[in-house]
């Protein structure tokens, strides 16, 4: 019989998990409600047949329900001049909900949700399915349009932080 792994806690698994480099991302969507969003950094692709994304939410971020009760989201990739948008949808300022979206400009595809007018890459997804483990819905969307800049630098997240 194998070895029993090893239990990791909760800060060990965060200093592994923030030696990868990923790029900061908002997930937004637009529902009755309102507008609401977070800062996704566990937002990436699926598969490409069909172009579907995948986007890990805590359960008790407030943006699930206007994800869920929309039935979409989409993904901005923020460029690097966007520090400080990152950390207001990452709840480090005192603006919450849909007063969030005021510092910045917004536009959208074709699902309606909210998308940063200057973000470096979008993705615009229908919600498709939900699928929770542990204290986290795991949102997979099909992507139904995308817009970007191929020339802009993103804003890349790093041991906690983010890279000049």
């Not at 997979?140 to 191929?150: E, F, K, M, N, Q």
């Amino acid at each position: 019989m194998p070895d029993e792994p090893g239990t990791i806690d909760g800060k060990q698994f965060w200093q592994a998990i923030s030696q990868r480099a990923t790029g900061s991302t908002i997930v937004t969507a637009r529902s009755e409600s309102g507008p609401a969003g977070l800062l996704g950094l566990s937002a990436t692709h699926l598969c490409a047949d069909p172009p579907t994304m995948l986007v890990s939410v805590d359960k008790r971020t407030s943006a699930l329900a206007i994800i869920l009760e929309a039935r979409h989201f989409a993904i901005n990739y923020l460029p690097s001049g966007q520090k400080a948008l990152a950390e207001i949808f990452g709840g480090k300022s005192d603006l919450k909900g849909a007063d969030r979206f005021s510092t910045a400009s917004w536009i959208k595809l074709a699902t309606g949700a909210p998308v940063l007018a200057d973000a470096i890459g979008a993705i615009d997804c229908e919600l498709v399915e939900t699928i929770e483990r542990y204290n986290v819905v795991i949102i997979l969307g099909r992507v139904v349009a995308t817009s970007g800049d191929p020339q802009a630098t993103p804003l890349v997240h790093f041991r906690g932080g983010f890279l000049p």
